[in-house]
């Protein structure tokens, strides 16, 4: 009897990868690690995202949140503010949901949706040749210290934003 893999992947992605290994005889039980939710304080992210040419970096750590920053935007994205995505996946959510994305320097890992070529180590070589100085970082409430360390530790001014 095979046995059940739980998928812990939140959203629209967890629940399509779990209907599609049920959908190929593996037993799956969609168990979201969290939802997601409105940014805790919506006057801050607003007022940052008004600014946005005021950063050289912006950080999009997942599809959620490309396609989050996108319904708060009020204008298209700045042409000088760059943008980068840790992954395939989140660099394709950018083009398909940011307004104004494609004038942007836009940076992700290669690898071609290889997961093993994805995140913020795989990023990090790309930003740290960059060398920004002002750093948007677009996530949830947490995650990607390692990041935003190895960032300030170049001498960047990290700012994230849930």
């Known amino acids: 009897m095979p046995r059940t893999v739980i998928v812990t992947r ?40 008004a600014d946005l040419a005021a950063f050289d970096l912006a950080i999009i750590v997942s599809p959620q949140a490309a396609r989050a920053t996108a319904s708060l935007l009020g204008a298209p994205w700045p042409a000088a503010t760059a943008i980068a995505a840790v992954g ?46 002002r750093v948007l970082l677009l996530r949830a409430q947490g995650g990607r210290e390692w990041l935003v360390e190895r960032l300030a530790e170049a001498g960047a001014v990290v700012t994230p934003l849930a």
């Not at 049920?22 to 940014?39: C, S």
């Not at 494609?102 to 071609?112: E, M, T, V, Y």
């Open 88 to 133: 395939a996946g989140t660099l394709a959510a950018v083009r398909e949901s940011i307004p104004g994305a494609s004038r942007a320097r836009l940076l992700a890992p290669p690898g071609d949706g290889d997961m093993t070529r994805a995140g913020s180590e795989a990023l990090w070589p790309l930003l740290e040749a960059m060398r920004p100085r």
């Open 10 to 49: 939140p959203g629209e992605a967890g629940r399509r990868l779990a209907k599609e290994l049920e959908a190929a005889g593996q037993p799956a039980l969609w168990l979201p690690a969290f939802e997601f939710g409105p940014p805790p304080d919506m006057a801050a992210v607003r007022e940052v995202l």
